[in-house]
């Protein structure tokens, strides 16, 4: 059968490594490393030029800034992009955030989250190569690291602005490096942190319970397993709704039951097999093989559930946590296979070979691939924006288009435009880019407000390359 449990084994914290696993020279020592320095210059490179040829957007990046400046500033994380007054910890519970407060303190820019984000996701790539090197070859492990590194689900979220998930991903990836060397204590440490990420994540705790408990560590395992579980229901049914502006979890509608029956619902529409293939091709198919890939499921159960059709398939930043997980079983899988014989060495080479080719033949489609050209390609309303935007004083109450937003949230007031405009707030100031007049696209929803503005009682005061600034008329 494809997915296999494995024995139970005496209680000891680490198995000794078996006397024919591969050991590589000294010089392969630095490679998880050096490869995770590379990709965090690949990782920072895209999402800085993004940014700064204005492709970022105030949802999310913007958004993101605006609770780690509260934080940084010793406030609730406060974002006036998703309404005055509103809340973070209200919408989704992620009070890891306050971490980078000390970094943004010294560097207030959204480069700092960028940056941030980057180096958290390529800080995974160290214990995914690792464990691949330990498990068969420098190079085969090294082969691994890349394939990993480049995997769709890591760009598609380097791509879209930042997310809190990306502090996921490397407590993921040395939690199953652990679980796979049966250090349990160890992966608890890197798994109870999860729950301070995102308010879905105590699933995925509660699953890596499971997977202590049914390997022999029944006390710590139930306990992790149970943690998990109150924790989750603690945050979804009190923290969340007590810090929501309506009194509950937005996102319980979304996973509300129908009619569809449950199989369907589960693997219907078929972007969701699409999702499933993509998630397995990289590893050869050979993640399912190994017990490990089971804690994918959390993330697919709640993501296939939800009627939200942004959760089912390929893009944003849904599926980063799911790598380190399909890529360290299919590690493990290589080392059970080797373990019982049932394959040679030329067979992990092929795997690997094929592993890395698949990752990079899907390059060109995917985000990284920007920087062999695109990516430095400037912005012909980078300059004009800039211009217009520094008639902006700081601190100032400001209305602005999704593309713009994240250029000001590091030192204005930054509101939703054109949703500000039907709130009880009246910013001062709007900020917004008009197509007709040479300006960057925009949003289709936020084009109708513009000949509004001046009925409304703001004033053209700055404009350049259809980049308009106006300003209350007795402002």
């Known amino acids: 059968m494809l997915l296999e449990l494995s024995r139970p084994r005496p209680r000891q914290e680490r198995d000794p490594a078996p006397s024919n696993a591969p050991v590589g020279g000294r010089h392969w020592r630095g490679a998880p490393?050096?490869?995770?320095?590379?990709?965090?210059?690949?990782?920072?490179?895209?999402?800085?030029?993004?940014h700064l040829q204005?492709?970022?957007?105030?949802?999310?990046?913007?958004?993101?800034?605006?609770?780690?400046?509260?934080?940084?500033?010793?406030?609730?994380?406060?974002?006036?992009?998703k309404g005055a007054g509103y809340n973070l910890l209200g919408d989704h519970f992620h009070p890891v955030l306050a971490t980078l407060a000390p970094f943004y303190r010294l560097f207030p820019s959204p480069l700092t989250?960028?940056?941030?984000?980057?180096?958290?996701?390529?800080?995974?790539?160290?214990?995914?190569?690792?464990?691949?090197?330990?498990?068969?070859?420098?190079?085969?492990?090294?082969?691994?690291?890349?394939?990993?590194?480049?995997?769709?689900?890591?760009?598609?979220?380097?791509?879209?602005?930042?997310?809190?998930?990306?502090?996921?991903?490397?407590?993921?990836?040395f939690c199953l490096e652990r679980l796979a060397r049966r250090q349990w204590r160890a992966a608890t440490a890197y798994a109870l942190p999860l729950i301070l990420v995102k308010e879905d994540l105590p699933l995925t705790v509660a699953a890596i319970g499971l997977y202590i408990l049914l390997n022999g560590r029944r006390r710590l395992g139930a306990g992790v397993l149970s943690f998990g579980i109150l924790s989750g229901l603690v945050i979804v049914l009190v923290l969340v709704p007590a810090l929501n502006p309506h009194g509950q979890y937005d996102y319980l509608s979304a996973a509300s039951p129908d009619t569809d029956s449950p199989l369907a619902r589960?693997?219907?529409?078929?972007?969701?097999?699409?999702?499933?293939?993509?998630?397995?091709?990289?590893?050869?198919?050979?993640?399912?093989?190994?017990?490990?890939?089971?804690?994918?499921?959390?993330?697919?159960?709640?993501?296939?559930?939800?009627?939200?059709?942004a959760y089912w398939g390929q893009d944003y930043h849904y599926s980063a946590v799911l790598m380190p997980i399909v890529f360290l079983a299919f590690v493990d899988a290589l080392?059970?296979?080797?373990?019982?014989?049932?394959?040679?060495?030329?067979?992990?080479?092929?795997?690997?070979?094929v592993s890395v080719a698949v990752s990079v033949l899907m390059?060109?489609?995917?985000?990284?691939?920007?920087?062999?050209?695109?990516?430095?390609?400037?912005?012909?309303?980078?300059?004009?924006?800039?211009?217009?935007?520094?008639?902006?004083?700081?601190?100032?109450?400001?209305?602005?288009?999704?593309?713009?937003a994240p250029q000001l949230t590091g030192r204005a007031r930054v509101y939703r435009f054109p949703m500000v405009l039907d709130s009880g707030t009246r910013p001062e100031?709007?900020?917004?880019?008009?197509?007709?007049?040479?300006g960057m696209p925009v949003f289709a929803w936020e084009l109708p407000r513009l000949p509004q503005l001046p009925s409304l009682g703001y004033r053209l005061v700055k404009e350049c390359s259809g980049i308009q600034l106006y300003r209350l008329a007795d402002g």
């Open 429 to 438: 100031w709007l900020l917004v880019s008009d197509p007709a007049r040479g």
């Open 266 to 309: 589960l693997l219907l529409p078929q972007v969701k097999l699409g999702t499933l293939i993509a998630l397995s091709v990289p590893t050869v198919f050979l993640a399912l093989r190994s017990p490990l890939v089971l804690l994918v499921l959390p993330t697919l159960a709640w993501r296939f559930w939800s009627t939200n059709p």
């Open 363 to 404: 390059t060109p489609g995917l985000p990284l691939s920007d920087l062999a050209g695109p990516a430095w390609k400037p912005s012909p309303w980078a300059g004009p924006a800039r211009e217009v935007m520094a008639a902006v004083p700081d601190g100032a109450q400001i209305g602005v288009v999704n593309f713009l």
């Open 335 to 353: 080392g059970r296979l080797r373990e019982h014989g049932l394959i040679q060495p030329r067979f992990i080479g092929n795997a690997v070979a």
């Open 33 to 50: 490393y050096l490869l995770a320095a590379l990709f965090f210059a690949a990782y920072g490179a895209l999402s800085v030029t993004k």
């Open 54 to 81: 204005l492709r970022s957007t105030g949802y999310d990046l913007g958004i993101f800034e605006q609770a780690v400046r509260a934080y940084a500033e010793l406030r609730a994380p406060v974002s006036e992009l």
């Open 113 to 173: 989250l960028l940056i941030a984000q980057a180096a958290l996701l390529a800080v995974s790539v160290v214990p995914v190569t690792r464990s691949a090197i330990r498990t068969t070859t420098p190079l085969f492990g090294t082969g691994i690291g890349i394939a990993y590194g480049l995997s769709w689900g890591l760009q598609k979220a380097v791509a879209f602005d930042f997310h809190e998930i990306a502090f996921a991903v490397p407590l993921l990836a």
